[in-house]
């Protein structure tokens, strides 16, 4: 009996609570791009500047959908796929998105690589009959993986027959740091959006109170690990209770180890990284994942970039960076789970 299990994203669903400045005017909008429900909402001194704003954030979410969804035929990432060893011209946006997917890749030791799409595909996470592929059947795909082989030429890009990019682990938090650019524009000063698991705080509260973000508890989605207290932030969520299905008693999910090709399996159940570029937070909280506990730590400890994380493991510990400690707030739990703050010394 096989079941398929399509959550909406809620993870780190934000907790507003609002109490707002009597002069802020909300806007907020409901959208559905990249697979996924999305909440926006933005504060303005008025009606008119919210109004604007919220329509040029959801203008740019629809862009970037039909710019990057490997599904969309029509998209720069569909023409990228077809390439088969021929140079495909790609825009400065799509290309320099793809050698930064790329150089996470480099960084992690592998843990993030966007060409897992033959693998994605064999899976089929989003379609109506996800399958376990057998080890003969990945064993062959993974021949095809491996983005150092990635061949960027000057607005070109070629991929080798057989390979295909998928930008699923990185396109949102992207999406993140292009709606934080559009606020700016906007001249819109407080603002918060939810793409998925990707969470984007603008300044404070309209009342100047920092934002609540709460972090869903991987076993038990709709319950909170805790609440984090965050202003101009990025809280990115990876777990593999966010998309799977189940055949035969055993869970199978959508992130996936570029090494085996196979269902990540850790040990850890959810990784979030809270830091200022969501681009980098969503590529590093996929690695993190993929890593486990032991890789993960290390990495934070030595990665050129400060950041933070939350590290929910099988056994129900959740390990959380020293950085968090005056930010986050467990009394919201409704499970009963061991908090372990980690540091660098
Ligand atoms: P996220 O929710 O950001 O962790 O991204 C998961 C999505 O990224 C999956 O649905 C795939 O589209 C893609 N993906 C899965 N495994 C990996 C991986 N190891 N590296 C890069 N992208 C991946
Ligand atoms: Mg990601």
Request: charged letters at 20%.
């Given at each position: 009996?096989?079941?398929?299990?399509?959550?909406?994203?809620?993870?780190?669903?934000?907790?507003?609570?609002?109490?707002?400045?009597?002069?802020?005017?909300?806007?907020?909008?409901?959208?559905?791009?990249?697979?996924?429900m999305m909440d926006i909402t933005v504060y303005a001194d008025d009606a008119a500047a919210?109004?604007?704003?919220?329509?040029?954030?959801?203008?740019?979410?629809?862009?970037?959908?039909?710019?990057?969804?490997?599904?969309?035929e029509a998209s720069a990432v569909a023409a990228?796929?077809?390439?088969?060893?021929?140079?495909?011209?790609?825009?400065?946006?799509?290309?320099?998105?793809?050698?930064?997917?790329?150089?996470?890749?480099?960084?992690?030791?592998?843990?993030?690589?966007?060409?897992?799409?033959?693998?994605?595909?064999?899976?089929?996470?989003?379609?109506?009959?996800?399958?376990?592929?057998?080890?003969?059947?990945?064993?062959?795909?993974?021949?095809?993986?491996?983005?150092?082989?990635?061949?960027?030429?000057?607005?070109?890009?070629?991929?080798?027959?057989?390979?295909?990019?998928?930008?699923?682990?990185?396109?949102?938090?992207?999406?993140?740091?292009?709606?934080?650019?559009?606020?700016?524009?906007?001249?819109?000063?407080?603002?918060?959006?939810?793409?998925?698991?990707?969470?984007?705080?603008?300044g404070a509260k309209p009342d100047g109170s920092p934002w609540r973000v709460a972090v869903e508890d991987p076993n038990d989605p709709g319950a909170y690990l805790g609440v984090l207290s965050l202003t101009d932030a990025y809280a990115i969520t990876s777990g593999g209770y966010q998309r799977y299905f189940e055949q035969d008693g055993v869970v199978y999910y959508h992130i996936i180890d570029p090494k085996t090709g196979d269902v990540a399996r850790s040990g850890l159940t959810s990784a979030t990284v809270i830091c200022t570029n969501g681009t980098m937070g969503d590529a590093l909280s996929t690695a993190l994942f993929v890593m486990g506990y032991d890789r993960a730590v290390e990495f934070w400890k030595t990665y050129e970039t400060d950041f933070d994380m939350i590290l929910m493991d099988e056994d129900g510990t959740v390990y959380l960076t020293e950085g968090l400690k005056d930010r986050f707030d467990p009394s919201a739990a409704e499970h009963d789970y061991e908090y372990v703050y980690l540091s660098k010394n």
């Open positions: 009996m096989k079941k398929w299990f399509f959550l909406p994203l809620l993870c780190a669903a934000l907790l507003c609570g609002c109490v707002r400045e009597p002069s802020a005017q909300e806007r907020s909008a409901q959208v559905f791009a990249m697979d996924t919210a109004e604007s704003a919220l329509s040029a954030a959801e203008a740019e979410i629809h862009r970037l959908d039909g710019l990057l969804s490997r599904h969309d990228v796929n077809a390439s088969s060893g021929a140079p495909v011209a790609v825009d400065e946006e799509v290309l320099s998105l793809l050698e930064t997917a790329v150089s996470y890749s480099a960084q992690t030791g592998d843990a993030f690589d966007i060409t897992v799409a033959p693998i994605m595909d064999a899976w089929n996470f989003t379609g109506d009959a996800p399958r376990v592929p057998s080890r003969e059947e990945l064993d062959a795909l993974l021949v095809h993986v491996g983005d150092e082989r990635i061949v960027f030429g000057d607005g070109t890009v070629t991929l080798e027959p057989g390979m295909a990019v998928d930008l699923g682990g990185i396109a949102k938090g992207y999406a993140s740091d292009r709606l934080a650019a559009v606020f700016e524009e906007q001249g819109i000063d407080s603002a918060m959006v939810s793409l998925g698991g990707n969470v984007y705080v603008r």
